[in-house]
């Protein structure tokens, strides 16, 4: 059989690993013993699913593909805690990811749900890229699996904020977090899951009507829609007015989850004590968090600003703060580009 007619089970779920199975005449146990090496072991090789009777084997080996990436390199960080990974997809697009040791040895990985983009944030290095694929659930969890076998680690917090719009690849994506939060796949909490959308509106109320418990997470990067308009092209779409009745919707929704606005924080763009004072007023009609992400500098157009007007920012959001949570995420394995927003592949 020839690759291209080969069958993906790596991103299949249990109803799908079943509807396989009957047409092959195994028992739907089989389904789940298959769900469990493929994403609780990530194995890769057919002839060490032991519990797996030769005739099934033999068909997986002529009709299935197993794995859906090709591991292109590595680039570790100096501080030895941050690698960066390049994958090639099946089609020849590639994708990165990034993997981040903490103190404490928590294991984040962020992962990438497109190759390429085509949302235009003019601030973002993958933006530049285009887009070039929707990845499948399966290169979305191999991307995963391959981090953990590699790393010898166990993955205890997943971000979707690599490469890509999650919400416009939103049922792989979110196939592919449920598999992640399956306590026979990956048994990760649904709250260490966290995916991020540039604010595609349908598709965040669908997220809040289908009562998913993944942690999610809205660029804002702008206090009104003059500046957000001139940085992401979406805003011309679906403003912050909508993002803020989002946010409402999903407290009514939601008894203890907030959502988490990340705001980019960029020098002279949206960096003044006067954003700061708009953002907190936007943000005070309903509960939430928000991340201050200092920028991380790509192509010299935008600049990260002082330390001095980060720190004025904060203590101005902390004055008005009455409603939300506030976080700095300081960026990571900066000296090999893998810091957020700076994933980009030049073919
Ligand atoms: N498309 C999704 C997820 C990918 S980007 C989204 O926009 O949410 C993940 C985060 O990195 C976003 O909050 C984005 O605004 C931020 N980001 C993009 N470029 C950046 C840069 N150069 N420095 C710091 N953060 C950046």
Not at 64 to 83: D, F, G, W
Not at 117 to 137: H, I
Not at 287 to 294: A, E, F, L, Q, S
Not at 298 to 320: A, C, M, V, W
Request: proline share 3%.
């Amino acid at each position: 059989m020839s690759n291209s007619n080969k069958i993906f089970l790596k991103g299949m779920d249990l109803p799908e690993l079943e509807v396989w199975c009957k047409l092959n005449n195994f028992l739907p146990f089989r389904a789940k013993q298959l769900y469990e090496w493929l994403y609780c072991h990530g194995s890769e090789d057919v002839s060490v699913m032991t519990n797996i009777p030769n005739n099934c084997i033999e068909i997986i080996q002529e009709q299935c593909i197993l794995s859906t990436l090709e591991l292109i390199s590595k680039t570790v960080a100096q501080n030895k805690k941050t690698i960066k990974f390049l994958f090639k997809t099946i089609n020849g697009n590639f994708i990165e990811s990034v993997s981040m040791v903490d103190e404490a040895d928590r294991h984040t990985v962020c992962i990438s749900s497109q190759s390429g983009c085509n949302l235009g944030c003019d601030f973002c290095a993958t933006a530049k890229m285009g887009l070039l694929q929707n990845l499948s659930t399966g290169e979305i969890l191999d991307q995963l699996i391959i981090i953990r076998r590699l790393s010898g680690l166990a993955i205890n917090n997943v971000v979707y904020m690599g490469m890509g719009e999650p919400f416009l690849n939103y049922d792989n994506v979110i196939k592919s977090a449920n598999i992640l939060n399956n306590k026979k796949g990956f048994n990760i909490s649904a709250q260490k899951i966290t995916i991020s959308t540039v604010g595609i509106v349908p598709k965040i109320k669908r997220f809040i009507e289908e009562k998913n418990k993944f942690g999610l997470a809205i660029s804002l990067n702008a206090s009104n829609d003059l500046t957000r308009n001139n940085i992401m092209p979406i805003n011309k779409k679906w403003p912050i007015a909508d993002l803020i009745n989002m946010n409402k919707m999903y407290v009514k929704n939601n008894k203890r989850g907030k959502i988490t606005f990340e705001y980019v924080i960029m020098d002279g763009i949206n960096s003044s004590v006067s954003d700061a004072t708009e953002l907190s007023r936007i943000l005070n009609s309903a509960k939430c968090k928000v991340n201050i992400i200092p920028y991380n500098e790509t192509d010299g157009k935008y600049k990260r600003p002082s330390d001095t007007t980060i720190k004025e920012f904060i203590d101005t959001l902390y004055l008005y703060n009455k409603n939300f949570q506030i976080l700095v995420r300081w960026s990571n394995g900066l000296d090999i580009d893998a810091g957020c927003g700076q994933l980009a592949v030049v073919q």
